[in-house]
């Protein structure tokens, strides 16, 4: 049997080395979890990461904001 946290469980990955670190997704974000990276990636910017996995809620705003793909959200 499948609990209510496994249920609202979801995982949101970066490609950290094609982020232009431009932002759309830490605005788009209702749960305030998106934030741009102090470290720079190979085209030195810096890269959109998820603080909180935890409290992901699977929406997918952040990639349907991206203007170049980079998100991946899975349930």
């Known amino acids: 049997m499948v ?3 496994e249920m609202n ?3 949101v990955t970066f490609n950290k080395n ?4 431009c932002a759309l997704c830490v605005g788009a974000c ?3 979890i998106v934030a ?10 810096h890269p959109a ?5 935890e409290k992901c809620i699977g929406c997918a705003f952040c990639a349907t904001m991206c203007p170049d793909c980079v998100i ?3 349930k």
């Open 3 to 5: 609990t209510k946290e």
């Open 49 to 53: 990461m998820v603080t909180d996995q």
């Open 18 to 21: 094609l982020c232009k670190g």
């Open 9 to 11: 469980m979801a995982k």
């Open 30 to 32: 209702p749960k305030g």
């Open 72 to 74: 991946t959200v899975e």
């Open 36 to 45: 741009l990276s102090d470290e720079l990636n190979q085209k030195g910017y």
